[in-house]
């Protein structure tokens, strides 16, 4: 027990430089029978959905061909054909990491034809709406009785109709089209300000990012181990998910008793939590193989990203020794190195930090 409270010591140390970013994301589920649920997504599973109900803990599920759509606290919209598709997983990440749908004026969603405008509201009641269009400025008057959605800048939502009355698909993409991600000229390009990281920089980071993934295997040991307490637990569980950017997810695998692999989405703080709960007496997680694909390559942003692949072994044992479940799967890892600013002595410096992202199966062997 001594030897993994020195081992947790160390990689906290080691981290302690991080920043913590955490963002709680509140979804609201709307089903087909028109039941409206205020919620906390802790999984997407392949056929249903798991979730607390808000100011619960007990998880509860809902299977996917019951739900309508999921908005989150961002004005973000998942549909359930797409967590049946074959981008279910980048469905996934931008519902759980895509940044507010609009960050400075509300949207207003016209019912015929579906429509979207920009505005700020100065008013509103149970039936009618007043504001002033982006677009020329005018004031304007609006019955909801001819409105689908009003998505706030604030990230809240109403919606006006009932799910089985709306083609739900044209409204996400009609809304995506007046977000700030689909108007460039909402966020302003500025090349002139990108930084670029050395050469020697970036091998340095690189090494960095790596050994943060051998850093998270050793966390996922110390999470599973029963010698540890409760308390000790959850303070490697805060550590560990320090090491990723926001709302990042893992995928995880099952073999079930006939032999077929069910995968699952979770976010990191939930899977690590479940880990804390394994029923196995211990278990050993190992990564072996690390190494990148390809360079890092820094986009628009001005950040740099890259992908981590590697082999992670995950064995499980009984009381008397002996592997109780045992499997090795390939993943890929998303890394992000991103800059911050980080005053000292009161000067402001511009500083470089590196995190993980999605963790992804490639293979299950």
């Not at 008013?123 to 001819?146: L, P």
């Not at 390809?294 to 990203?305: I, M, P, R």
């Amino acid at each position: 027990m001594k030897n993994y409270k020195n081992i947790s010591f160390l990689l906290i140390l080691i981290l302690l430089a991080i920043r913590p970013i955490h963002l709680v994301a509140q979804d609201y589920l709307y089903t087909k029978d028109n039941e409206v649920l205020n919620v906390k997504i802790t999984e997407f599973n392949q056929k249903n959905i798991e979730y607390n109900i808000e100011g619960s803990t007990k998880v509860l599920s809902k299977n996917i061909n019951e739900i309508a759509l999921i908005i989150n606290n961002r004005g973000r919209i998942i549909l359930p054909e797409e967590l049946e598709s074959e981008d279910r997983e980048l469905a996934i990440n931008e519902y759980l990491n895509g940044k507010k749908i609009s960050s400075k004026y509300d949207l207003l969603v016209y019912k015929q034809p579906i429509e979207v405008i920009r505005c700020n509201i100065s008013y509103e009641s149970d039936e009618i709406v007043n504001f002033k269009t982006i677009k020329s400025g005018d004031s304007q008057t609006e019955n909801k009785k001819n409105l689908l959605m009003i998505l706030y800048v604030n990230g809240n939502h109403k919606l006006l109709t009932t799910p089985s009355d709306v083609t739900l698909s044209l409204l996400k993409k009609k809304i995506q089209e007046k977000s700030d991600d689909g108007n460039s000229s909402i966020i302003p390009s500025t090349p002139q300000q990108v930084i670029k990281l050395s050469e020697s920089e970036m091998q340095s980071y690189s090494k960095k990012a790596t050994l943060k993934v051998d850093g998270f295997s050793n966390f996922l040991n110390l999470i599973a181990n029963k010698e540890l307490s409760s308390e000790e637990k959850d303070k490697v569980i805060e550590q560990a998910v320090k090491l990723f950017t926001p709302n990042a997810t893992i995928q995880v695998s099952f073999r079930k008793a006939d032999g077929t692999i069910t995968v699952a989405t979770r976010k990191i703080e939930e899977y690590l939590k479940k880990l804390k709960l394994s029923k196995y007496n211990s278990v050993r997680i190992e990564w072996s193989d690390i190494q990148y694909i390809g360079n890092l390559k820094q986009e628009s942003d001005g950040n740099y990203y890259g992908i981590i692949t590697g082999q992670q072994r995950f064995s499980g044992y009984t009381k008397n020794g002996k592997v109780s479940y045992s499997d090795i799967v390939k993943k890929d890892v998303k890394v992000m190195i991103t800059t911050y600013k980080k005053t000292i002595d009161a000067i402001e410096n511009q500083q470089w930090e590196v995190f993980l992202g999605n963790i992804g199966i490639v293979e299950d062997k």
